[in-house]
């Protein structure tokens, strides 16, 4: 049997009741990390994905990351439960829809203030007082940001989902930089459609077929695809990738 490649390695996951979050929370417990798995609403669905890790010393966190005192209370919540804390994943967010039309100055502010704080302050939160802790603690550290194809191909149905991403991806290129002389590490991952909660309503019937169909490998993502590519980023193998965004949207977006 193969060494587990984050013993006892600290890991603070967002978004870890279902999707991505959940599927990263489960690869860093298979490869011997201790994480701390936040959820904002679905307690239930979060204390199932904890149920199914291998390991022990994880747990779950309520944290409504739209209200920034949350954001700011987490980090600290998980390293004081961790001991400490070597990774942050920053992945939950939120996705809302509308065509330009229907917006009206209010619903277009109320779309701008949540998915604003959800996808970039809170990220942007809880990277400071992440990397914070590391600095203090001395060890290094890494934080990987799941960022969104729609950063770069714009998102005309959610204009702020994908300003949300796009900051998250200067934030990432700022802090790689920034952190470099305390040995963290600072990634962002960008995939496009993957199979959750988050993209089904855009995946199914005669338009979801169409938006696979447009990807050149025919299908999504698996959140298991994702998982992978995270603990890649996160590993020591990986530190000379700092500052990078990782496309994973199945060639169905070339930045050249
Ligand atoms: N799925 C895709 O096609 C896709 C494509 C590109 C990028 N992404 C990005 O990948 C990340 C994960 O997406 P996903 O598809 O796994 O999403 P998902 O299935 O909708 O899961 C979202 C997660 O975020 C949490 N969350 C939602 N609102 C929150 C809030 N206000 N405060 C704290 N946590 C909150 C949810 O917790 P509760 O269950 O407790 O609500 C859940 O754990 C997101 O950043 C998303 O933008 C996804």
Known sequence: MSRPRFPGQAVLVTGASRGIGAAVALAFAREGARVALQYAHDGAAARQVHGALPGGGHLTIRADLGRREEATGLVEKARLALGGLNILINNAGIYRTRRFEAYDPL???????????????????????????????????????ISSRGAFRGEPESPAYGA???????????????LAPYRISVCALAPGWVETDMAQPYLSGKPGRQRLADVPLGRAARTEEIAAAVLFLASEEAAYASGTILDMNGASYLRT
Do not use: Y
């Open 164 to 178: 949300a991403k796009a900051g998250l991806n200067s934030l990432t290129g700022s802090l790689a930089v920034a």
């Open 107 to 145: 619903s277009w502010r109320q779309d701008w203030d949540d998915l604003l704080m959800v996808n970039l302050t809170a990220p942007a939160e809880l990277a400071f007082h992440a990397a914070s802790a590391m600095i203090r603690a001395g060890h290094g550290g890494k934080i990987i940001n």
